[in-house]
Every structure is written in C-alpha cells, then in structure tokens.
C-alpha cells in the first residue's frame, strides 16, 4: 500500500469541504424558505448544480413531503447517514434512529394510517433490509405507502460485499424485493428522476398505495450529478380514479338490488372515507353490513344495519347475516381468508355485486357484476340511480333487517355475559384473574373517554379486539390484520413522537408479541413518545393453543415455563413508568389513569386468563380452510361454486 493511498483510507472526514459546504448552504435555503420548490422559484437556489446521489435522493423525497426518516444506519447508508445528518442540522428532516428495522416500518405504517403523514424507512444492506423488507408485508396488506431505502451491493461488481446475497447473480436484493411489491435499484445516478415517479405512484396510489422499495447501491450514493436540474423533481401524485364506468351496467345493478330481498354488504379497507355513501346504500337498499376489522367506526357500531365483523372470527350477528343473505355487495374488500370463511361464507348468495378499484378484487367470486372504479365516487352514483328509479327501500319495513337485529340482540348479549363475569380462576397464576374480554373492554371504554387511540396487536388479543371494538367515527383503533404482524402494536407507539399531529397512544398486546419487539421501551423513552403499552400476560401464544385444541384436542409448543418479570423489565429503563394493572377492571383503571397523566410512554402488566372456559373468549362462529378443517371446508366451498 503506498502512503497516498493509506492516507485516503484512513485520513478521516475526507470528503470534499466543497460538496460540504454547499450541501448546507442547500439545506439552509430549503429550510428558510419552507420548501424546495419555494427556495427555487425565490431564487435561494439556483434550478442547476452539483449535487450526490445520496442528497439527490432526500431532496427528492422532501419534495415529496417525505421528511421522517426511521431505521438503522449501517455501512450500507453512511452516505445517506451524512446527509440527512446535514439536512436534519437545518431542520428540514428529523431521523428517528431505532434498534430494530421491524419495529421501524410498524411505527412508519402507524404514523401513514393514524395521521396521514409520509415517512421513509432507512436500512443498510442485508440482514437489516431483510428486517424491513419482511415487516414491509403490514403495509403492503394494509395499503399504505411508505419508501424503503435499502443500502445494495456496489455496481462494479469487484467481489462480494459483506451482508449481500451469496452467490454469482446480479441484482438478487432487486429480484427479491421485487416479488413483494414496485422496486428500483439506482445503478445509474442519472435514473433518480425515474426511480422517484415510480416511488410516488406506489406509495400514493389511487386505489392500492403500498411500499416502494429503493435500492441505493453503496458506491453509487456519493457519486456527483453534475449541472442537476433540481426543479426537475417529480411531485404531482396520480390522480384518483372516476366512478366505474356505465354502459347499463348501474341500472344492472338496481334490478339486481331490487329484486333481492336478503342484501349483506361486506366492507373491506378499500371503503375508507366511503362511510356517508354507504350509509346512504344501505338505506336505499334496506341492507345489512358486516364490516372488517380495519374499519371500525366507518359505520356507527350503534346502527341497526351494522351487524359487526364476519368470518371466522366473527360475531353472531355478522356470520348470520353472510349465512342467509341471497346478495352480497362487496365493497373494497380482499377477501381474506379468515373475512369470508375461506370463501364458504355466503353459502346462499346467488348474485354478487363487487366494487371495487382493483379488477382481480373485483372478479373474485363468480355470479359478480363488477363495478371497477373509486369506491366513493361509484357509490355516490349508484346511490342516485337508485334514487332515481323511484323504487328505492328506504323507510320501508323489513324482515331481513328485523330477523338480523334479533341475532345482533343475542350477540350483545354474548358479549354482556362475559363482561359481566370479568374474573377467571387460572391454572398458572392460582389465582382470579381479569379475562381478556373485561380487559379489552374496560381498556377500549376507557381510551372512548380520553380521546386515546388505540392499536392491537397479531394474536388472541387481536382476535378478541376486533369482536368486541364498538366504535361511532373512524381512526379510534387500528387493527394490523393484513399481515397480522406481531409486535406492530407496541411498535406502533413510536408514532406517537413522530407526527405533527399529537396523540397519545394504547397499545394493546400480548406476551407473545411483545417479546417479538420490545425495543418501544428503549425507543419510546429516546424519542418522547407519548402512550401506553398494555401487556396482556396470559404465558402463552393463546391463539394458536385455542386453534390446536378446537382441531386435534391438544395444544404443543404454543407456550412455556419460563417465568418474566415485566414490572422489573419495564423498570429497568428510566423513563418508562411501569405499573401492574392489578386484578379486577376498577385496579385496570387506576392503572390506566395513571399511564394517561404521565407525560412519556407507560407500561402496564395484566396477568389474563387462558383457559377452556367460554367466558374466557369472545368464540368463533365461522369455518376456516386450516389444518384438519380444510377437506370440510373446500368440500363446502366448490359446493357452494360462487
């Protein structure tokens, strides 16, 4: 090695005070005026100069409004790592540094669902892009939009680079997350403008948003863009989509509508911001709904046509309303497996009416007159040609609605009988204890009357949750059961200290998952995150357990015997405020109340009941294409051929 190459080597902060200083003198100009685009069109900056791949990239993304930054910096993003260190001086992003990729893309998904609000999620190469890259399937379920920035093997191909995928192919980080969703790799610093439109349809698309993956290969992100042309960044999003189209297809629709006289409506994710028009359908329709757990509230729980969830664990009332309808109106639905009892869960639906954005959503079951088009706009329109027919249903009676209402009567019930019984004798704590039923339920009431938003998280606390959420408006509680991703609630608080929209958070969660990703308590106290974690300990993976019994009448490797001391892990870190939530409802609201008024994040420990008692759980009423069931279920299935 001769001595000027040891020097560059080892010579520190060797980059060229140059590109440093006008890399400030950039950050500054965008920071006093607000904007990118302002800086430019005030003349702050000048519309061409020298500028790296790696600032390149965040400017683009600023001028997106893309401005939070969360992950873990490795050698595979030192250059993005300087940057933002740079821009974020001048306060025009703010980076959220955490201690696990996952926990980064849960907290960026929360802050897109909660608030709206845009974020980037930033790995090195390898097993930290693998982290995000997995979590990533919670927004891409979900459908929100959130870039990836993914440190990438050098484009010189000298060797293998540490933390790259073994082997002798180009591109494989592309190839795999390309399965996954829209991807870009910038081999070639001149394609940013390309690899930023491609990112901006993704990730703010019409019907569908989702991930964008942005591959930055190591020795492409200080490369120089000589004379860039920075007013020439994409920033315009796709405009949203019109009504489906006519051509007699609406008054289709009617005669079908008409004529039934059992109408369930299944709501799926895609009808957010849809609630009015649908109140409106149902009525027109004297209709039925039966919602899914990502939208609670869309229509008031307390509406005589809400019949609540349906599926495999779903309500009374809902799985009822599926089981007898004649006509299903899907709107913005997947049809996940556990929504519509793998697809066994309208066993007498002859006609199916589908809106819907997407055409495969669309054309799901058979029998279906599709409606492709924004699931607003589509159904502000069949609600006028409804109208217009002069032959709609509303105010009218209606023994469908009457016969449904009885079994929403019963589900009520159900629920009241086990909130009315809120303690179990448990095996492992030899003691009462609060069931998982009271508990939700106190915890859900409570955050009602504090203004307190909340997340559930994958397991039997979800599964309970989302049977037993009441809510009257939307954006009270989010339910991650796209992906149904451990360690998304307790992650989600992160949120919390990342919007410009201040919420306090609960986060509801079970042993299991909390484990999965605790890093909330460290993070959470780092960056002033405001909110409670609820940490419901019953020693065991208890959905799967329930799962197991109620198919071979035993459980296996669903639980074990080693005992933790959350109150003393939650205390271990200064700054969390840690409390036991005792044994009856009145002690969890103490607790509570106490989380509430504590200005940083809490943890409260609840030990909860698991057990085969049935007041022990909210139950399951539907039919599922898993383990031993399956032969039943797909026999069922190609009987009913919808």
Not at 528 to 538: I, K, R, S, W
Request: hydrophobic letters at 40%.
């Amino acid at each position: 090695m001769n001595s000027e190459t040891k020097l560059i080597s080892t010579e520190k902060g060797d980059m060229d005070q140059t590109i440093v200083a006008q890399r400030i003198r950039r950050a500054r100009a965008v920071a006093a005026a607000g904007s990118l685009q302002e800086a430019l069109q005030t003349g702050k900056l000048p519309e061409t100069m020298d500028v790296s791949l790696s600032e390149a990239i965040i400017l683009g993304l600023v001028q997106q409004r893309v401005t939070r930054f969360i992950g873990i910096f490795g050698h595979g993003s030192t250059e993005i790592a300087e940057v933002l260190r740079v821009y974020e001086a001048e306060g025009v992003v703010k980076t959220f540094a955490v201690r696990n990729e996952i926990e980064a893309t849960h907290a960026a998904t929360a802050l897109r669902w909660v608030t709206g609000e845009k974020s980037a999620v930033v790995t090195s190469i390898g097993p930290g892009a693998l982290h995000a890259f997995a979590a990533s399937l919670a927004p891409l379920s979900d459908g929100l939009g959130i870039w990836f920035l993914f440190g990438d093997e050098t484009t010189e191909d000298e060797g293998p680079n540490m933390q790259q995928i073994p082997g002798h192919e180009q591109d494989q980080f592309l190839k795999l997350v390309s399965v996954m969703g829209p991807a870009y790799k910038l081999h070639t610093p001149g394609a940013i403008h390309t690899a930023l439109t491609r990112g901006l349809v993704a990730t703010e698309h019409p019907i569908r948003p989702g991930p964008f993956y942005l591959l930055m290969p190591m020795n492409t992100q200080p490369e120089i863009l000589t004379d860039f042309h920075l007013g020439s960044f994409p920033s315009t999003p796709p405009p949203p989509l019109g009504p489906a189209a006519d051509n007699g297809t609406y008054q289709d629709v009617v005669d079908q509508l008409l004529r039934a006289e059992r109408i369930v409506v299944k709501v799926g994710g895609g009808a957010h911001g849809a609630g009015p028009e649908l109140m409106t359908f149902l009525e027109l329709t004297n209709a039925v709904a039966v919602t899914s757990p990502l939208v609670p509230g869309l229509i008031p729980y307390s509406h005589p046509r809400n019949m609540a969830v349906g599926g495999s664990k779903g309500s009374i009332c809902g799985n009822y309303a599926m089981a007898e309808a004649e006509l299903l109106v899907a709107i913005g639905s997947r049809f996940v497996c556990q929504s519509d009892c793998s697809r066994t869960g309208y066993p007498g639906v002859t006609q199916v009416i589908n809106i819907n954005g997407d055409v495969n959503s669309a054309l799901h079951y058979g029998k279906t007159i599709p409606l492709v088009g924004d699931i607003k706009a589509t159904l502000s329109l069949l609600n006028t040609t409804l109208g217009r027919s002069g032959k709609s249903r509303a105010g009218q009676p209606s023994p469908w609605l009457e016969a449904c209402g009885r079994k929403r009567k019963e589900w009520e019930a159900f629920k009241q009988q086990r909130y009315d019984t809120p303690c179990l004798y448990d095996e492992i704590w030899q003691r009462e204890v609060l069931t998982q039923p009271a508990a939700i339920k106190t915890a859900l009431d409570w955050a009602g009357t504090h203004d307190v938003i909340s997340f559930f998280d994958a397991g039997d606390v979800q599964a309970n949750g989302f049977q037993i959420v009441e809510n009257e408006t939307p954006g009270q509680t989010f339910t991650e059961t796209g992906a149904s991703y451990m360690g998304f609630a307790s992650s989600a608080l992160l949120a919390t200290a990342m919007t410009s929209r201040p919420f306090y958070g609960l986060a509801l969660t079970g042993d299991g998952s909390f484990v999965m990703n605790p890093q909330i308590l460290i993070d959470g106290v780092e960056h002033d995150a405001t909110g409670c974690l609820l940490l419901l300990d019953n020693r065991r993976m208890a959905a799967i357990s329930g799962l197991q019994k109620d198919q071979y009448g035993n459980t296996y490797a669903t639980n074990d015997s080693v005992e933790i001391d959350y109150i003393a892990w939650g205390n271990a870190i200064k700054g969390v405020h840690t409390m036991d939530g005792g044994f009856t409802t009145r002690s969890l609201l103490e607790a509570l109340d106490k989380a509430r008024a504590y200005p940083g994040l809490s943890l409260v420990y609840l030990r909860v009941y698991a057990g085969d008692n049935p007041l022990g759980g909210m139950g399951v009423f539907g039919r599922w294409n898993v383990g031993n069931w399956s032969k039943e279920t797909q026999a069922l299935r190609h009987q009913i051929a919808l």
